[in-house]
DNA sequence: AGTGCGGCCTGTCCGC
DNA sequence: TGCGGACAGGCCGCAC
């Protein structure tokens, strides 16, 4: 399940095999991801060069001077690069060759990952156009918290969740950052003073930080290994630990279900 | 407009 | 040992 900073860890493990690397074939074993494979990208892909490999929420954005491709990983999806003449592995769905006889490699066992293509700006994409702030950059604050927490009753860890509200927190670090926060993760976003807020967007931050810190340094060979940079789950404070003992207090983590995602918190340290 | 939820998938784990 | 079923998750798209 890669989240922002398993996206991101991705993004740098990849762009110095893929920066100015010219595309010169694509090969699509498997076309039924969450949306099919676009057929035009055997015609487009090849001749162009790959000038810059971005992201923009969980989306990694592989600029051309022509146009983009942009992949999402969705839960399994994960992304390698592999000498073009090793066998494909189950899984294994498309592969972009390149000119230096390598190849992207992109496996996804449940297929709810994406490639698209943009001529245009990717940003202006409809998937991309609508979405809320980067969670690491200077837009992402408490007063913004507040504002858009305004009119709203919905349950804070829902609305952190929220693309619209802010991109890249999936269930894992939405938990640990509520935690981090000490905020419980079914409060009412009405019922969360500005401070609280600002103590969110701090925490939100710092398990982000940490996270794609702790990727960067398993950010290693992406030639031929799994080229999966895990879940740092060694960093992990409550989720994945319901009934066990809080860290901090010792009390047993509490685990429930809000808005449909298991939910793990201590009931004395989170309110 | 905001909110909740169904559905897409398969690997893993559990109980029988 | 084999099998069925529950569960996990991102996020679009729909219904209310």
Not at 34 to 57: D, F, N, Q, S, Y
Not at 108 to 137: C, K, M, Q, Y
Not at 176 to 184: C, F, K, R, V
């Amino acid at each position: 399940m890669p989240e922002l900073p398993e996206v991101e860890t991705t993004r740098r493990g990849l762009s110095p095999f893929l920066t100015q690397q010219q595309v010169v074939a694509v090969r699509v074993r498997e076309p039924r991801l969450r949306w099919p494979v676009p057929t035009e990208l055997a015609r487009v892909l090849p001749g162009l060069t790959i000038e810059h490999v971005g992201r923009r929420a969980k989306y990694l954005l592989l600029t051309t001077h022509h146009g983009t491709l942009i992949i999402h990983l969705g839960m399994s999806g994960s992304l390698r690069i592999a000498e073009a003449g090793t066998p494909p592995n189950t899984h294994d769905h498309v592969d972009l060759v390149l000119q230096n006889g390598r190849c992207v490699r992109l496996r996804d066992p449940r297929r709810f990952g994406a490639i698209l293509w943009t001529g245009g700006d990717p940003l202006d994409h409809p998937l991309l156009v609508n979405l809320g702030p980067e969670p690491l950059s200077e837009q992402f604050h408490g007063e913004y918290l507040y504002q858009r927490s305004r009119g709203r009753r919905t349950a804070v860890k829902s609305f952190i969740m929220n693309s619209d509200v802010v991109v890249g927190l999936g269930n894992i670090y939405a938990n640990e950052a509520l935690y981090e926060a000490g905020i419980h993760p079914a409060r009412g976003v009405h019922r969360i003073a500005k401070t609280r807020y600002e103590r969110l967007i701090r925490a939100i931050k710092q398990v982000l930080d940490d996270a794609i810190a702790a990727g960067g340094t398993s950010v290693r060979d992406f030639v031929n290994s799994q080229g999966e940079p895990g879940y740092f789950s060694h960093s992990l404070r409550v989720y994945g630990r319901g009934g066990k003992a809080c860290l901090r207090c010792g009390r047993m983590l509490q685990q429930t279900r809000i808005g449909q995602r298991s939910s793990v918190y201590c009931l004395y340290c989170q309110r």
